[in-house]
């Protein structure tokens, strides 16, 4: 070999071993630019503080059937992209990996998947297979996805779910449809896999108040799951116990006292969050006789700029009793609209609590508004429909009574439930100053940032009317009190995509299609013809 | 500097002298936009992922289409000898004509520019077109076709023979665009190794919108290897 080739092949050797040294410092030491509009993948501060605070390791495994049509598709390689994320922002804590179930079918699953069977009405029907009970066992649901095969629009089965797993706690998404709020999502979950201690909730007791016991047991045992819930008595007390996160008042009938009213205001001024459901009348489902509340936690809530009203909201929207009727010898049960239970078709708000949520029924609701004082925000969560009206005292809420005979003016819709979070002035902030000397000094106003939500009706969380929307909504009522501020800054950040134009005629499309396709090219091909004749015809000049 | 723009210069003009430019960019346009628009609606979203997910395949093809004879036909007709024989060096000579192709790529993806105009135009009312992703989709491409070209160029000058070239050059490409694809059968650290060897992997990142300095410095170390093996081959000729 020639003197200079060799130093070449050294200059070669060097030039390469320079990029690939590069290129091992540049993965310790990386910047990253992201140009998506919403800064889809760019972690909140929430979740990058989550991820770096892991101390133990978390395992997520993202169950997701291969080649999933859109937008099932998009879905799959945005989750892969959060996950990553979540993984660099955890410095090695937490791990993920994708699974596709199918590819973990043994012969015997096969085998399996082929044998169906009839049951006694002869429906067709088969054995799970040991994937799909492992994944059950998991809490993985598979989903009945519309997909075309062999020129046939056919259902398919198909996982999307992911499971979370933190020393023996885990946490499940069955099914990952929507991922605008997946970060979110994840976020809470491994916050709540992860957190220390099990935030408390207190459910103030007494007034007459549903017991957690009896109206509300649905509540305790679904808050339970992730939360401690506590009764609360406030009667003789001027303050919250203090390891209570946040409070719950639902539906008490009776008096409260001033001390009382001092305790609920100052745990709010102590920053902490509290969500009234209250009744202006109660209601006796097995008579339907209404009876006045009066809890008087009117004034309080006007000071944190919240009025509740005292007529009840009736709807057209609205949920069904089943009224029984003697007819001759007979009794007939008949299900009947009932407009004291309004329906609620999609809740309002840009909001965690209703993102999402459909068919809530609050039962017995009252108008709530809100008029944000200074320093803080409110916002409407439910609204009755445009075909509500406002019913008037006496009330006569007998499923049996006939509208026929009414004439009623509809003017909806009227606010059910809304939230004001923010700066709070205490309703006791006179006597702030005067007590300092005497025992534990008043707040004025609040320490950070509490949030209140108010419904105008307790019945929604009662066990009668306990079903999955209101359990929904609770679960979420409960989240949002006991979220911190940064994560409830996350918004629901859309996915990068938008949506294409759903009523396009079949002429645009194909407009768009052939245009694209063969029209561009066929500009590029004639501009092509027209260069080659002028170059044709000035070669010919010359030559003339 | 000003030697190796000449060298793009004239051969830059003789894509466009010759049909080879319209060929190749006319067959990438039918079927890219083909392949694109004909799913467009079914999946519904105003986005050009899918559009970016079909032309990096066709890269594998179409970039050594375009280098095979950039090399290859000059050491065959023999002007390769008179062309070093010039006052250049032969890394102008390379980076010339690795420009050259280059720019005519550019040109290529210039002509893609209705689809996210067309797109963007049909975005439902209420959303709003993302224009970042599409942004850093076309950087992306850019940076995958100057590696893919480099190892084009590299390819181009092993073999007087252009066919022989155009195959090596796409035996190249594709083994970089699908050597993550075989990861999951290797161990876990060389799984990775290869992963990071994907030109489709770091395009993948871009693609949904992000610029990573390791996806970038990935592209430039690949295409800065394949211009110093062709300048070293180009030297052996030479010699």
Known sequence: MKPGSSNANIFLAAIVGCLVLLNILGLRAFGRFDATRDKAYTLAKASRDTMAGLEDPVTITAYFTDELPPPYSSNARYVRDLLEEFRAASKGRLSFEFLDPMSQETAEDRETKKETKRDIFGRVFREPTSVERELAQEGIQPVEIRVIEDDQMQTKRAYMGIVIKHQEKKEVIPVVQDTRTLEYDLTTLIRKLTRPKTPVIGVVQGHDAPALHEKLSGLRSLLGQMYEVRPVDLSGKERVDADIDALLVVGPKTQFQTNELKAIDQFVMEGKSVAFFLDSVQVDLKTFMPSDATHGLGPLLETYGIKVGDQLVADVESAQLSVQERRGFMVVSMPVPYPFIPLLERLEGDSPITEGLSGVSLPFSTVVTATPPEGAQATVLAKSSRKSWLENKPYNIDPRRDWRTETITPNGPHPLMVQVSGKLKSHFAAEAQTSTASGTPLLAESKGEPRIIVAGGSAALWDDFMGRPNQALLLNVADWLLLDPALLAMRTRGMAEAPLQSELSATTRNAVKFGNAFGIPFVLAALGLVRWRMREARRATVTV | ?239
């Open chain 2, 1 to 239: 500097m000003g030697t190796t723009l000449a060298v793009a210069r004239r051969e830059f003009r003789s894509f466009f002298n010759s049909p080879v430019a319209y060929i190749v960019i006319g067959v990438f346009l039918v079927v890219a936009g083909w392949l694109y628009f004909s799913t467009v609606f079914v999946a519904g979203q105003a986005s050009l992922r899918a559009f970016f997910s079909i032309a990096p395949v066709l890269f594998v093809v179409f970039a050594p289409a375009v280098t095979m004879r950039l090399v290859a036909e000059e050491r065959k007709s023999g002007t390769l000898e008179l062309l070093l024989s010039m006052p250049l060096r032969d890394w102008e000579v390379v980076a010339g004509k690795f420009l050259a192709a280059l720019g005519m790529v550019g040109v290529g993806l210039l002509w893609t520019l209705p689809y996210p105009l067309t797109v963007a135009s049909l975005t439902a009312e209420g959303a709003r077109f993302d224009w970042g992703p599409v942004v850093m989709g076309y950087l992306g491409l850019l940076l995958m076709a100057s590696s893919f070209l480099a190892l084009g160029l590299w390819a181009s000058a092993l073999s007087r023979n252009q066919i022989v070239g155009f195959i090596i050059g796409l035996l190249l490409c594709f083994a970089f665009y699908f050597i993550d694809k075989f990861a999951m059968v290797l161990p876990e650290s060389l799984g990775e190794l290869l992963q990071y060897l994907s030109v489709d992997y770091h395009f993948a990142n871009i693609a949904r919108g992000v610029l990573d300095t390791r996806d970038l410095l990935f592209y430039l170390s690949l295409t800065a290897v394949g211009l110093a093996l062709t300048t070293r081959t180009l030297g052996n000729v030479r010699q």
